[in-house]
Nanobody, 130 residues
Framework: QLHLVESGGGLVQPGGSLKLSCAASGSTLGYYTIAWFRQAPGKEREGISCISSTGGTTNYADSVKGRFTISRDVAKNTVYLQMNSLKPEDTAVYYC???????????????????????WGQGTQVTVSS
């Protein structure tokens, strides 16, 4: 059973940066497609980034493209989300999620926000405010 734990959230000023971590235990991330989602109060959950099981394909929501970068460290069994140029509208609880069997690179590249992810972390709060 895969267990995911997010960390790295906090309070940051507009224009600042944060790096979120999603540490996995119980299985190897290489078997999974991993995504980051976020949910702000009163809003629907939004898929913001996804990385394929090989790490070779990534995708981003338009709202974060060019500012956020997803990556993974196989040795540490951890996926990261580097967030730069943060805006107040990025304020939300951020969740990582995993899917196994993993999805194709095509699915990751085209429609990751609508894929089914069976494992979720508990979330980490990100607040962007001056």
């Amino acid at each position: 059973q895969l267990h995911l734990v997010e960390s790295g959230g906090g309070l940051v000023q507009p224009g600042g940066s944060l790096k979120l971590s999603c540490a996995a235990s119980g299985s190897t991330l290489g078997y999974y497609t991993i995504a980051w989602f976020r949910q702000a109060p009163g809003k629907e959950r939004e898929g913001i980034s996804c990385i394929s099981s090989t790490g070779g394909t990534t995708n981003y929501a338009d709202s974060v493209k060019g500012r956020f970068t997803i990556s993974r460290d196989v040795a540490k069994n951890t996926v990261y989300l580097q967030m730069n140029s943060l805006k107040p509208e990025d304020t939300a609880v951020y969740y990582c999620a995993a899917a196994r069997p993993y999805y194709s690179d095509y699915a990751v590249a085209h429609d990751f926000s609508n894929l089914d992810f069976g494992s979720w972390g508990q979330g980490t709060q990100v607040t962007v405010s001056s």
